[in-house]
Structure formats: structure tokens, C-alpha cells
């Protein structure tokens, strides 16, 4: 069974206290591995996609990385702003566009 | 680029009532929408997959009765809620894929909050 698993559940920094969240996956085949942002009430916004180990992705703050068994999304210097819920998602190769999301790391960032 | 809109954004209505909620996309064509359902504090769980013209596909648990998805053109997809129970009050949340591109990627809508009381 395709899995994937976010920690830790949730977070708390200083602001520009540099972290990263981790994503593990246990999947029969990867397509692409997602990273959203959802803040309360809303929906997710998309961040990153990546595709194969090795990829990495910037983004303002936010660099995701992948490898084989699992994406770090590393924040440098966070502000207040980028408080909000990281969620990592896989698609697998096989049958329909489906997303397996991990249930998020919630991040806040104290001024 | 790759905006999805919902609409509304929140409805109370009354049990045994049946609620229509909108998703469009509205800079691209969205060959397959995805319905999530979100509860507090939990992450998404996918309730069902449509392509434009075809039926949809639901997960396991997912009464399609209950649930009706119609996929009618490649920017509208809507989810009613037949017969509506306090139960399934719930944070809808629609997706689109098919954005030039990024032809995989989902983009969300903003959710749709139900209150059945």
C-alpha cells in the first residue's frame, strides 16, 4: 500500500530559525512528488513538484529536495508569514492522477 | 496561472436538504477535477476522480449516490450532497489538473465549508 508519512506533526521556530521538514514515502512506483502550503480555512497552494531523486527546488525561503525514500522541505530564515501547514503528496505510475497526502506539518514561526 | 475557483465558499443548510457546490477553472482547461473531503486538523482525503464527459471514479467509502459529481464541460465541475446530514458537514475541497505546463499538477480550490444542522 502506497504511504506517506510527515514529521515531525508539528513545528515551532523562532523566526530565522532555519529548519526542515521531512516527507517518507513507501510507494510502488513514483510519478512525482508534491509540496503544498495550506493555511487555515483555505485550500492548498501549490509549492513544488519533483520527479526523480536528486531533484532540488527553490522558492523564495523554501527548498525541497528528493531522494529515493524521502523530500526534506528546508526553510531558511523563516518569517511569521510562512506559518501554515506543509503538506507532502505522491503520485504513483500507475491508474489515475491520484494524490496520497501525508497528514502535514504544522509550522509556526514566532516573531 | 492555474486558478480554481469554488462557490460558495460556505453554506448552512438543513438536514435532509441537497447542496450544490461549483468548482471552475479559470485560466485552463482541466482534463480531470478531483473532490477532497478535509476534516479538523486531518489532511485531504480524496472522495472521487472526474474527467470531462465520463464518469466519475470514487474511492472506497465513497456512496456515489450521495455524493454526485458531474464533469460537464473542462473549466465546471460540481459536487451535490443529496439529502444532506449533519454528519456530513465537512471542508470541500476541489482540484483541477491539466494546466499547459504542468499538465500533473493539481491546483486547489479554496474549499467549500458545509454546516448541516
Known amino acids: 500500500e502506497d504511504q506517506v508519512t510527515q514529521s515531525p506533526e508539528a513545528l515551532r521556530l523562532q523566526e530565522g530559525e532555519s529548519s526542515s521538514l521531512n516527507c517518507s514515502y513507501t510507494?510502488?512506483?513514483?510519478?512525482?512528488l508534491f509540496w503544498y502550503r495550506q493555511d487555515p480555512g483555505k485550500g492548498p497552494e501549490f509549492l513544488f513538484t519533483?520527479?526523480?531523486a536528486g531533484e532540488e527546488k527553490e522558492k523564495e525561503r523554501l527548498k525541497a529536495t528528493l531522494t529515493k525514500k524521502e523530500s526534506f522541505l528546508h526553510i531558511t530564515a523563516p518569517k511569521p508569514e510562512d506559518s501554515a501547514t506543509y503538506l507532502c503528496?505522491?503520485?504513483?505510475?500507475?491508474?489515475?492522477?491520484?494524490?496520497?497526502f501525508g497528514q502535514g506539518t504544522r509550522l509556526t514561526i514566532n516573531p | 496561472g492555474a486558478v480554481v475557483s469554488q462557490h460558495p465558499s460556505w453554506v448552512i443548510c438543513k438536514s435532509g436538504t441537497s447542496v450544490k457546490i461549483e468548482c471552475r477553472s479559470l485560466?485552463?482547461?482541466?482534463?480531470?477535477m478531483f473532490w477532497y473531503r478535509q476534516f479538523p486538523k486531518q489532511s485531504l482525503m480524496l472522495m472521487a476522480t472526474?474527467?470531462?464527459?465520463?464518469?466519475?471514479?470514487?474511492e472506497q467509502g465513497v456512496e456515489k449516490d450521495k455524493f454526485l459529481i458531474n464533469h460537464a464541460s473542462l473549466t465546471l465541475s460540481t459536487l451535490t450532497v443529496t439529502s444532506a446530514h449533519p454528519e456530513d458537514s465537512s471542508f470541500y475541497i476541489c482540484?483541477?489538473?491539466?494546466?499547459?505546463?504542468?499538465?500533473?499538477?493539481?491546483?486547489f480550490g479554496p474549499g467549500t465549508r458545509l454546516l448541516v444542522l
Open positions: 482540484s483541477a489538473s491539466g494546466a499547459s505546463g504542468n499538465a500533473e499538477t493539481q491546483y
Open positions: 510507494v510502488s512506483g513514483l510519478r512525482g
Open positions: 485560466d485552463f482547461q482541466a482534463t480531470t
Open positions: 472526474s474527467n470531462e464527459g465520463s464518469k466519475a471514479t470514487y
Open positions: 503528496a505522491v503520485q504513483v505510475n500507475q491508474g489515475a492522477q491520484k494524490l496520497v
Open positions: 519533483l520527479y526523480s
